[in-house]
């Protein structure tokens, strides 16, 4: 199969769904003329002129709101936060815009928009640039968000995103922009991962670690070391989506491998992993021989220093050590 | 008693003659009268079934203010769409909603317009271009921003009237609004409904400005204008100029509409004749009230006699009498209702909609 950087599939489902239906928009900062602060959006407004590809000015409770709006009236707005971090400027349009004003108009309006841009930490920029609000977003019923970690994902998820009918966040990751991953080829017809749908990146019997966005990749490489050193057969799973959530493949897995290690860059204070460790025990707490464990990032703001902050982030030897500590 | 003459810019200005007034037929006239008044008793005796306890919450009374949501919502055509803040219940009569669905509403009932999830801020009826009705300060501002935008991108000669109260002006948000209307050329009229007031704190203490608020516009390179809101015919010619540049030459314009509320910031403000004197309120209800100026405006024109506006004032107490007793005979929402109306897929059982978990209670 094709390989395709993950920034190139995120690229290749907002060209399809830009040729798909004609109210699809793209805004945001420098996505246009700049070709997209991460090139993310590269080529896309000479493919598609300013009607269709619209830089805004850095104003995000300003756009974001606006596409809020014009999705009421049936435009379908993919806006780009160039970093998710930027959340906290809009926060009124995010939630009590976007996520609010059906419930508040008894279901009469729907807002289908997607909110996308990258969420992680890792790339030395400090505490501001460095959220991830994903468990932030989640805990907002009539909101939907997912975290892809490969190519094929972002691809999928991205299409699912924009044909939604609700607001859709789609956290990215600036790690994982460059990386290469196989992607289905358009030839072969429409790609869509729909959301609340778990993957199962490898199978084990021992222990289940379970991740959303990057923290998968670290799952997958600690995978490998406890299976070479440890002689133990860990499954991945991840998430991809998390509002809404698989929660019949978190608990199939638990149940088969009878241990979880959550994974997840969030802070551990109500991060997505606090929703699932509540999740496992109280529906699989019967199956459990040992503590649900979790590795998030290290409980403080994101530290700058770049000898340091991988080591606050998870990464895979915490990941295996967590393993260890219920093996 | 004589009516002392309004006071400057506004004085001696006359807007019966201009071209949107002048070909208003006497009937249009008198449904604005009766609409204006049907606003004012809706809110008049909401606010007694408020003081019985019938509802929760906050109620912000629109009283005092009718001509403007009145005057503006007049110029709508099918393409026009409106939106704005928390003191919607004269905006969503205005449109057309009715008493009933209102009145369930603020009963917190599931006959209301919002099934009762929304209550007095949050009236919504987007089938007669009405998209709220929303409780944040200046959060609405970029709904109405957005409106405008999806009309232009659809191509549709219309354009997006977003209400503000003074004390808005000073939310970023706004100023967000503001510079990406005129900068995209936005069909959006920015309308502030200027009663003196952010709440308890009058216009001169809460905000910094030269000779108006609307001026603030010029640092945007937008057309602005200041409306004296106590006559409805001004109203319509200065805000039918401003959606007319939206619809023709996709210019935003921003409005000062100054008016005055005669009860407190919501029902729930106690101190509503301590931050300005009870002869500031008196004042304005003997000499600038907007339904008694138009009544005799009327009578003066010889479209109305004071005993068929009298038998309007009775018809509309009527009105509001029924939808009070529909109200209070409709049933609330039931805990299963919770559940609806938070996410499209859901409610409409599709393949997203069912798959995976949205909802968390156990």
Redesign the interface.
């Known amino acids: 199969m094709r390989e395709l950087l993950y920034r190139h599939a995120l690229r290749e489902a907002l060209d399809e769904e830009l040729a798909h239906d004609e109210?699809v928009?793209l805004l945001g900062e420098e996505v246009a003329e700049y070709n997209g602060a991460y090139k993310v959006t590269e080529g896309l407004w000479d493919k598609w002129g300013s009607?269709r590809v619209v830089d805004?000015?850095i104003?995000e409770?300003?756009?974001?709101?606006?596409?809020?709006?014009?999705?009421?009236?049936?435009?379908r707005p993919v806006m780009e936060l160039m970093f998710w971090s930027f959340h906290s400027v809009a926060f009124?349009?995010l939630v009590?815009?976007a996520g609010c004003?059906?419930?508040?108009?008894?279901?009469?309006?729907?807002v289908?928009i997607v909110v996308r841009g990258p969420a992680n930490g890792g790339t030395n920029v400090g505490a501001t640039h460095s959220h991830c609000p994903e468990g932030l977003f989640a805990a907002f019923?009539?909101l939907?968000v997912c975290a892809p970690a490969t190519p094929a994902d972002a691809k999928g998820l991205m299409k699912?995103a924009i044909r939604?009918?609700?607001p859709v966040f789609i956290m990215e990751n600036t790690k994982l922009y460059g990386n290469s991953g196989e992607v289905p080829d358009p030839g072969e017809g429409e790609f869509l991962i729909?959301?609340?749908?778990a993957d199962i990146k490898r199978e084990g019997s021992d222990v289940s670690l379970i991740a959303h966005g990057r923290s998968v990749l670290h799952c997958l490489e600690a995978a490998e070391t406890l299976r070479n050193d440890h002689k133990i057969s860990a499954e991945v799973v991840d998430l991809r989506?998390i509002?809404?959530?698989?929660?019949e493949a978190i608990l199939k897995s638990v149940v088969k491998t009878n241990r979880a290690v959550l994974v997840d860059e969030s802070k551990p204070f109500n991060g997505v992993s606090s929703?699932i460790a509540a999740?496992i025990q109280?529906h699989a707490f019967d199956h459990l021989d040992a503590p649900v464990k979790r590795v998030c990032s290290i409980d403080a703001p994101a530290i700058y220093s770049h000898h340091i902050e991988d080591e606050q982030l998870p990464n895979a030897r915490r990941v295996v050590d967590q393993v260890l500590s219920i093996a | 008693m004589q009516d002392p003459s309004a006071e400057p810019p506004f004085a001696a200005m006359d807007f019966s003659s201009s071209p949107v007034n002048r070909s208003l037929t006497p009937q249009d006239k008198i449904d604005f009268y009766r609409t204006m008044v049907r606003i004012r008793r809706f809110e008049h005796l909401a606010l007694g079934q408020y003081q019985k306890d019938k509802m929760g919450g906050f109620l912000h009374l629109y009283i005092g203010q009718e001509s403007v949501a009145v005057g503006a919502v007049s110029l709508m055509g099918e393409n026009d769409?409106v939106?704005t803040a928390y003191r919607d219940h004269g905006h969503a009569l205005a449109v057309g909603m009715s008493m009933d669905e209102c009145m369930a509403e603020l009963f917190g009932k599931v006959t209301?317009?919002?099934?009762?999830?929304?209550g007095s801020m949050?009236f919504?009826?987007?089938?007669k271009n009405f998209?709220?009705?929303?409780?944040?300060v200046a959060?609405q501002?970029?709904?109405?921003?957005?409106?405008g935008?999806?009309?232009k991108?659809?191509g549709l000669a219309g354009c997006?009237l977003c209400f503000l109260g003074d004390g808005a002006i000073n939310q970023?948000?706004f100023h967000?609004?503001l510079?990406?209307a005129a900068?995209f050329e936005i069909p959006v009229v920015y309308i502030i409904e200027n009663n003196g007031y952010s709440m308890g704190t009058s216009q001169t203490r809460s905000s910094a400005y030269r000779d108006c608020l609307a001026q603030r516009a010029e640092a945007y390179n937008m057309a602005w204008d200041l409306v004296n809101g106590e006559d409805l015919y001004e109203v319509r010619a200065k805000t039918h100029i401003a959606m007319e540049r939206a619809r023709k030459e996709h210019r935003p314009s921003l409005l000062e509409i100054q008016t005055y509320r005669y009860y407190g910031h919501s029902v729930a403000d106690a101190n509503a004749d301590k931050y300005r004197t009870p002869d500031e309120i008196e004042r304005y209800k003997t000499y600038h009230d907007p339904i008694r100026l138009w009544e005799r405006r009327l009578i003066e024109e010889g479209h109305l006699t004071a005993e068929e506006a009298k038998a309007m004032e009775k018809e509309a107490t009527k009105e509001t009498a029924k939808a009070i007793k529909f109200a209070e005979s409709s049933p609330p929402p039931t805990v299963d209702d919770i559940l609806?109306?938070?996410?499209?897929?859901v409610?409409?059982d599709?393949?997203?909609g069912n798959?995976?978990?949205?909802?968390?209670n156990?």
């Open positions: 109210n928009v009607k805004t000015p104003s409770a300003g756009f974001i709101g606006m596409g809020v709006g014009a999705s009421m009236l049936g435009v009124d349009q009590n815009n004003v059906r419930y508040m108009a008894g279901g009469k309006i729907n289908p019923p009539g939907k699912s939604d009918n609700d729909p959301l609340g749908k989506s509002r809404p959530l698989d929660q929703q999740l109280e | 769409h939106i209301g317009c919002s099934k009762g999830k929304g949050h919504f009826a987007p089938d998209w709220g009705g929303h409780g944040i959060g501002t970029p709904l109405g921003l957005g409106l935008y999806a009309l991108f659809k997006a970023g948000v967000e609004s510079n990406i900068l609806h109306d938070v996410y499209w897929e409610d409409e599709t393949e997203a798959t995976g978990r949205h909802f968390f156990d």
